[in-house]
Every structure is written in structure tokens, then in C-alpha cells.
């Protein structure tokens, strides 16, 4: 009997381990080219499914643009360093609407209007993030997938120092 329900586990965690976007050829290396430590590319698939990835960009060492191929500008990446992870928390809670933080994330998502934008503030350490994905359609998958760049983030060497 345990042995069924074992193998059962295991059947449901490969089958949903297998769902999102599939990472298109050559995304991970313009992810890693141009934008290292700051977006990883299996969230940026997500966000992007359905669209070609013509570039992506960091302007700034600590922000990351991504633009589809009829030009637009959809994601926008950044963080904001401050003094300690107390004042990172209060810089962050002011974003959000009721001025507070989701816990134990420490994040908000901001009032946005129509779902094709989607904004995410939250703290990595000492750092503020700001994830915002805009001009395509933002279902829950690519608001799961906002959350994960921001978990990635909170991993990430950007954020460790």
C-alpha cells in the first residue's frame, strides 16, 4: 500500500515538475550573456510563452529588460540596494497599497490595471525588488512565475551582498 501511494507521489510530482513553458533555444544563454544573477530562464519562459524573446538587456548592473520581436519592452527586473534588510522592508511596503507586506513573503503585488500588467515588490535580504511584466497578457501561470524570478532572486549572488 505505501509503496502505491509512493509511486502515486511520484507519478503527480513528475507530471507537474513537466508543466509551464519549455525554455526556447537560445534563451539561456542571452539570459546568462545579459542579464546573470537577476533572471533565470525558466520563469522568463513562462512569462514570455506564446512570444519570441528578441533581447534582453541590463542597462544597469542591477536592472534587466527583456523586449519580444515586435519590439516591445515586457519585463522589467531591478533592485534597489539599501543600508540594511529593516530599511529594504519599509522602502518595499511603501509600494504596496495597504502599505504592508504579505508575510512570511515579504512581497505585494501592486494595484494594476487589466491583466496585462503585473508588478511584484519584495525584499531580497537588504535589497528591494521590482519585477514588472507589461504589454502581454498575464495569467496565473506568469504571476507563479513573477513569484519564482523573485525567489531566484532572493538565491542569487546579486542579493547576497
Known amino acids: 500500500m505505501r509503496n502505491r501511494i509512493a509511486g502515486a507521489v511520484a507519478l503527480v510530482l513528475v ?17 546568462a550573456a545579459d542579464c546573470p ?7 522568463l519562459a513562462v512569462v514570455t510563452q506564446g512570444f519570441v524573446v528578441s533581447q534582453i538587456s541590463s542597462e544597469a548592473e542591477q536592472a534587466c529588460k527583456v523586449w519580444i520581436n515586435d519590439g516591445r519592452e ?40 487589466g491583466n496585462e500588467t503585473y508588478a511584484l515588490h519584495g525584499v531580497a535580504g537588504r535589497w528591494e525588488a521590482r519585477i514588472t ?18 525567489e531566484d532572486l532572493r538565491n542569487s549572488g546579486k542579493t547576497k551582498s
Open 37 to 43: 544573477g537577476l533572471v533565470e530562464p525558466e520563469p
Open 74 to 113: 515586457v519585463l522589467l527586473v531591478s533592485l534597489i540596494a539599501h543600508t540594511s534588510e529593516q530599511e529594504a522592508v519599509q522602502r518595499t511596503a511603501g509600494l504596496c497599497d495597504d502599505m504592508a507586506l504579505d508575510e512570511p513573503d515579504k512581497s505585494c503585488a501592486a494595484a494594476v490595471s
Open 15 to 31: 507530471a507537474v515538475g513537466g508543466c509551464g513553458a519549455d525554455v526556447p533555444d537560445g534563451l539561456a544563454q542571452k539570459v
Open 133 to 150: 511584466v507589461y504589454e502581454i497578457p498575464v495569467g496565473d501561470d506568469a504571476k507563479d512565475a513573477v513569484h519564482q524570478m523573485l
